[in-house]
């Protein structure tokens, strides 16, 4: 079983709809971060949490320590939207352990 | 644009072989991280280095080497290359290197490597 796992690993939507990607991580962290990674391969870091919630534009991150899972959730999306998010811990012992991505395509 | 450089872009070379890749992280950031990301794997951790010390391992193998110079930059050595090594080998910097909120990372454009 992976440490980090992320759900679902494919997700296709609407223009418009509310999108939810969930991690579970099964070590004690430090931090969580979430990943945005465009089709061309870049990488953008898009939250950085430790604890409750960060909102960014259209962007929602939340954490519950107690139960090891966050979720990032997507407003109103939109095609541009579409990339891979992958979730990142960095563990008590200062190892950075990824998940495997969610592949998300939003259509018009 | 992030702000990390890295280079060289692309990067084609054979077996047996020793590559450099090399990283400028942003102006102020300290921390200095590598990553590889091959298709069947996924991204992966190697290494972090924070003020030319090394902070943090990962999932770095005997044959390959970094480290940080007094002006930040940091270099990414690959020896013995084998057929797996091919992948995308992404840095990434910040401005402290540990637990601090301040530990947002940002991501150079990759360096892609096919050993053929």
């Known amino acids: 079983k992976n440490e980090v796992e992320q759900s679902p690993q494919n997700l296709t939507a609407q223009e418009g709809e509310f999108i939810t990607i969930n991690c579970s991580y099964s070590v004690g962290i430090s931090a969580l971060h979430w990943l945005q990674q465009h089709p061309g391969g870049g990488i953008v870091s898009l939250f950085m949490?430790?604890?409750g919630k960060k909102k960014h534009g259209r962007l929602i991150a939340t954490i519950n320590i107690q139960e090891k899972h966050s979720s990032l959730h997507i407003t109103a999306s939109h095609p541009r939207d579409s990339a891979v998010y992958i979730c990142?811990?960095?563990?008590?012992?200062?190892?950075?352990?990824f998940g495997t991505g969610t592949r998300l395509q939003v259509f018009p | 644009d992030s702000g990390v450089t890295q280079t060289p872009k692309h990067l084609i070379t054979a077996t047996g072989q020793r590559v450099t890749l090399r990283c400028s992280p942003r102006?102020?950031?300290?921390?200095v991280y590598w990553y590889q990301q091959s298709l069947d794997q996924g991204l992966q951790f190697l290494i972090q280095y924070y003020n030319g010390e090394e902070r943090a391992k990962g999932n770095i193998l005997e044959r390959f080497s970094a480290q940080q110079f007094p002006d930040l930059h940091s270099e990414l050595n690959l020896s013995s290359l084998e057929l797996g090594d091919s992948a995308l080998y992404f840095c990434?910097?910040?401005?402290?290197?540990?637990?601090?909120?301040?530990?947002?990372?940002?991501f150079g454009p990759g360096t892609r490597l096919l050993v053929l």
């Open positions: 990142a811990v960095r563990s008590n012992t200062d190892k950075l352990i």
């Open positions: 949490l430790s604890s």
């Open positions: 990434a910097s910040s401005v402290d290197g540990g637990q601090g909120v301040k530990e947002t990372q940002y």
């Open positions: 102006s102020g950031d300290l921390s």
